[in-house]
């Protein structure tokens, strides 16, 4: 073989190799499938979310209809487990967005999960402590060596944590047990459980349970709920991540407006997880603007630091969380200026007071 002609075989074989990469990079310019998981389920497991516009989107098939066009099929997932549940599809490989409270996805990302934190969907509300309608207990200290139940790895575990610090105690002092929403209701309705942290009023109307006590909005007890992203998914499509993170913007804004209250409570209903009527009463004082902004504010990132901090306090944890480099507010950001939605939601600084 002659010099020349092996150059010539060489160049032919470089130009069909760069026509195959350049194939394959065409490919990757969109997925086949956009897999989103939802940390819960509807009673009785149906694929329902509730209580964020990441439920009503779900529910109105908002990015199914955004990525129609382009052939993408959007999939999710409902995990009765929740967050826990989510964390473990997602360390295998099956995960592309959630939305998590903020004691799962601290955990996920201490075991070593790798996702960016792109919106957020849920904050701020009343706290609930519930027990059995004929119990006894006039507060908490009534309680101790009682059965307490909580879904352990969930934000509601951390709530639950704080409330008790609130008051001078911990876990240590009762008897704690994990428990679903579904679960802890029956638990409530057999008196197998003595108290709990759970939206009251259906029970309290069907004669089920009582408020032990009720804590006004405190943005110290209550949390946020984040919408992430996984590293592999944001670096292979960017463009993507920001189409669904519009999609879910002009969505939250939707949930945002007044008129919408509700309608919006209506389809939140539907899960059978919080009732109607629980939606009514327990937003009753917030503006829906408040409840449902997706911004990445001060108040987002100090409370998923405090999040962190007691997550190691409480032993909740075993390796540290840096949060640096975790949060990616560009896309939020685009969005609302795609969306000519600047000065749409308030802000809040770090202690949960909106900015002036």
């Not at 259906?202 to 110290?220: N, S, T, V």
């Amino acid at each position: 073989m002659t010099f020349i002609r092996f150059t010539r075989i060489a160049a032919f074989a470089a130009g069909l190799l760069g026509a195959a990469l350049a194939l394959q990079a065409h490919a990757e310019d969109k997925p086949a499938e956009i897999r989103i998981a939802y940390p819960g389920a509807g009673t009785g497991g149906r694929p329902l979310g509730t209580g964020t516009f990441l439920a009503t989107a779900q529910i109105k098939g908002v990015l199914e209809q955004e990525f129609k066009a382009d052939g993408i099929k959007v999939k999710w997932s409902f995990f009765p487990g929740a967050g826990p549940a989510v964390n473990e599809s997602f360390a295998n490989g099956l995960v592309d967005f959630a939305g998590h409270g903020d004691l799962p996805l601290i955990v996920g990302r201490s075991t070593g999960l790798k996702h960016k934190i792109i919106l957020s969907a849920g904050r701020f509300g009343n706290t609930y402590f519930v027990v059995p309608n004929d119990s006894e207990a006039k507060n908490l200290g009534d309680l101790k060596g009682k059965r307490l139940a909580t879904f352990k790895g969930t934000a509601g575990q951390l709530s639950l944590a704080r409330v008790l610090e609130k008051y001078g105690y911990t876990e240590k002092d009762f008897k704690v047990i994990s428990m679903d929403n579904d679960t802890t209701k029956a638990a409530l309705a057999t008196k197998d459980i003595e108290g709990t942290l759970i939206s009251p009023f259906d029970l309290e109307a069907r004669g089920i349970a009582k408020r032990l006590f009720e804590i006004p909005r405190d943005p110290k007890i209550t949390s946020v709920t984040s919408f992430w992203v996984s590293e592999d998914f944001e670096k292979k499509y960017p463009h993507i991540v920001q189409r669904v993170v519009n999609a879910l913007v002009k969505q939250a804004a939707w949930d945002s407006d007044e008129k919408n209250r509700d309608p919006l409570f209506k389809l939140w209903g539907q899960s059978g997880a919080v009732p109607y009527s629980d939606y009514v009463k327990s937003w009753e004082g917030y503006t829906l603007k408040e409840r449902n902004t997706p911004l990445l504010d001060d108040y987002h990132v100090a409370s998923l630091k405090r999040s962190i901090d007691e997550s190691k306090r409480y032993k909740l944890i075993r390796r540290d969380v840096d949060i640096n480099g975790w949060i990616e507010p560009k896309y939020v950001n685009n969005a609302v200026k795609e969306l000519k939605l600047e000065g749409y939601w308030p802000e809040f600084d770090a202690n949960g007071n909106p900015k002036k």
